[in-house]
């Protein structure tokens, strides 16, 4: 069993910045595959971001391409989401999940961490 924890959400105006972070309380996590999600009110759920074990291979959707970073430590079981250039369109609560496949049809998931862009 995983267990996934998310932090780091928060308010901010729009050009701003956050940080978020995925811990994980299994050493293990470094094996698995780890994106970040989100989901706006009265939307569908949609990938973010996600990024391999060794971090070889990291894809983003296209609206935040060139904004959002995501990084993983795992030396401390942590997965990062770097938000740059926060636009009223990123509000949404963030979820991390992780896989031990290759896809996320079968995964762990966080309960996710809100955040809030204001124009």
């Known amino acids: 069993q995983v267990q996934l924890v998310e932090s780091g959400g928060g308010s901010v105006q729009a050009g701003g910045s956050l940080r978020l972070s995925c811990a994980a309380s299994?050493?293990?996590?470094?094996?698995?595959?780890v994106g970040w999600f989100r989901q706006a009110p009265g939307k569908e759920r949609e990938f973010v971001a996600t990024i391999t074990s060794s971090s070889t291979r990291i894809a983003y959707r296209d609206s935040v391409k060139g904004r959002f970073t995501i990084s993983r430590d795992n030396a401390k079981n942590t997965v990062y989401l770097q938000m740059d250039s926060l636009k009223p369109e990123d509000t949404a609560v963030y979820s991390c999940a992780a896989s031990s496949g290759n896809t996320f049809i079968r995964a762990y998931w966080g309960k996710g961490t809100l955040v809030t862009v204001s124009s």
């Open positions: 299994v050493r293990t996590i470094s094996d698995y595959l």
